[in-house]
């Protein structure tokens, strides 16, 4: 079982910054992956980026050169930078491990 914890959503004006946070606890794997999702209201939960225990990342198409995830494999925890933020970013953000878990998200909402 693992369990997964974020902070540090919030309300910030367009072309603001979050830094987003994930540590997880339990029963994790030495190889892994973990990630970030978001749900906009009345939209199905998308990808936004991934970043594997070997330090591969992924990301969609539409954070590229704005988000950075990163991780601390020491403290578990995975983070994700977001820079120029935009209105159409406001979503719940959910961390997630290896697709089996998911964390119970933080609100981001983006004012124009």
């Known amino acids: 079982q693992v369990e997964l914890v974020e902070s540090g959503g919030g309300l910030v004006q367009a072309g603001g910054s979050l830094r987003l946070s994930c540590a997880a606890s339990g029963s994790t794997f030495s190889i892994d992956v973990m990630g970030w999702y978001r749900q906009a209201p009345g939209k199905q939960r998308e990808l936004v980026a991934t970043?594997?225990?070997?330090?591969?990342?992924n990301y969609a198409d539409f954070v590229t050169g704005r988000f950075t995830i990163s991780r601390d494999y020491a403290k578990n925890t995975v983070y994700l930078e977001m820079n120029s933020l935009k209105p159409e970013d406001t979503a719940v953000y959910y961390c997630?491990?290896?697709?089996?878990?998911w964390g119970k998200g933080t609100l981001v909402t983006v004012s124009s």
């Open positions: 997630n491990y290896n697709m089996d878990y």
């Open positions: 970043i594997s225990s070997r330090g591969g990342t």
